[in-house]
């Protein structure tokens, strides 16, 4: 077991019917409290983790600088962490200026002209 799957005493208050129902299943289960609240923890944690909403909630805090690095690793796994800062660079980084080729017709002749004549001048 490593120093971050050390047990850590948590101390909270519940609603008195919920602990009494946790009670009853786990000894339905014959089971632990304990056991079962951190089984149902892991559990919305890791749904959590899995919503897009929830992800593009920590990418936005993220890319506005309200989320360090080490957080968002926590939060979404150490690859998509590492993917939103690798795309973070990418969005702080100055756009290249790069002309277009000369001696490529990237469209093979047939471009399509387009009135750039602002709406507000017409």
Avoid: C, N, W
Wanted: no cysteine; charged share 40%; proline share 3%.
């Amino acid at each position: 077991m490593s120093a971050s799957d050390d047990p850590r005493r948590v101390h909270f208050q519940s609603p008195e019917y919920l602990v009494d129902r946790l009670d009853a299943i786990a000894e339905l289960f014959d089971k632990d409290r304990t056991d079962l609240l951190v089984d149902a923890i892991r559990e919305y944690i890791e749904d959590t983790a899995d919503s897009e909403t929830f992800q593009e909630l920590v990418a936005t805090k993220y890319y506005d600088d309200q989320l360090e690095f080490e957080t968002v690793k926590q939060l979404v796994g150490a690859e998509t962490a590492q993917r939103l800062r690798l795309l973070k660079a990418d969005l702080e980084d100055e756009p290249l200026d790069l002309a277009a080729p000369d001696d490529v017709d990237v469209y093979d002749g047939d471009a399509t002209a387009v009135d750039t004549v602002a709406d507000d001048e017409r």
